[in-house]
């Protein structure tokens, strides 16, 4: 089992920026591919961002690429998501999620969300 916990969500004005962490636990935390999805009202559940264990590869949706950047501090145990010029249409539950079957695999384990809200 690997046990995720978001923080760092907020409201934000159009243009700001945010920080959100994750911070993993578990006897199969080490290891993972680590990602971030979000979720806005009346929507389905959307892929922000993956990266690898050693953090070598990174991927994005192209709703956020050249704006969001994954990151990870293995010895923290935490992954990070740096939201710079946020737009109302980033207002979403944001979730971390963990693949414990690598790069490839699907997410197999997820935190609860922070609320991400971005006023115009």
């Known amino acids: 089992q690997v046990q995720l916990v978001e923080s760092g969500g907020g409201l934000v004005q159009a243009g700001g920026s945010l920080r959100l962490s994750c911070a993993a636990s578990g006897h199969t935390s080490s290891g993972n591919t680590m990602g971030w999805f979000r979720q806005a009202p009346g929507k389905e559940r959307e892929f922000v961002a993956r990266i690898s264990w050693s953090g070598g590869l990174r991927y994005y949706g192209d709703s956020v690429k050249g704006r969001f950047t994954i990151s990870r501090d293995n010895n923290r145990n935490t992954v990070y998501l740096q939201m710079n010029s946020l737009k109302p249409e980033d207002t979403a539950v944001y979730y971390c999620?963990?693949?414990?079957?690598?790069?490839?695999?699907?997410?197999?384990?997820w935190g609860q969300g922070t609320q991400v809200t971005v006023s115009s």
């Open positions: 999620a963990a693949y414990s079957g690598g790069w490839t695999a699907s997410p197999n384990f």
